[in-house]
């Protein structure tokens, strides 16, 4: 019998060091890497999940608040690299999302290991509401395979 449950598969980017990431010893300034990182999943939500933030934040008034990360900094990226970017679904809850986000140097090499998790929120009650279900299930496509 043929496996009827969606594929696994990630999103994947590529991201450029511009010189504004960098600190005076010219790698990548640590807290650069989240404002990468929310950028990766903004970009997900509107390329692959055709939910932007327009229409989560302006459209909707809700939120999608990071809740927790955890980063490891594994070796320094310098200006003017390009980083490959790979994000995958490590769970999904009624109101929240666990995400896994690594960053790789033209080296392949890691650069940056992440963890996040993700709430979606109505911002005129501040609090968790459950994800739309046709939203749900693009969001589960890109589970990572166990």
């Not at 005076?24 to 939910?51: C, K, Q, S, T």
């Not at 302006?58 to 390009?82: C, I, K, M, Q, Y």
């Amino acid at each position: 019998m043929p496996d009827k449950s969606p594929k696994s598969c990630a999103y994947e980017a590529r991201i450029p060091v511009r010189f504004a990431d960098c600190d005076a010893a010219g790698i990548v300034f640590y807290p650069r890497y989240l404002e990468m990182f929310n950028g990766l999943v903004e970009n997900w939500f509107r390329d692959e999940l055709h939910f932007s933030f327009t229409e989560i934040v302006t459209n909707r008034g809700w939120g999608l608040p990071t809740v927790h990360v955890e980063v490891d900094f594994v070796a320094p990226s310098r200006f003017d690299e390009t980083l490959s970017a790979t994000l995958t679904v490590r769970s999904v809850g009624a109101t929240s999302i666990g995400l896994e986000i690594l960053f790789r140097g033209q080296d392949n090499g890691d650069r940056v290991r992440g963890k996040v998790v993700l709430v979606l929120i109505d911002r005129a009650v501040q609090r968790a509401i459950p994800w739309p279900s046709e939203l749900r299930e693009r969001i589960l496509t890109f589970r990572a395979s166990e």
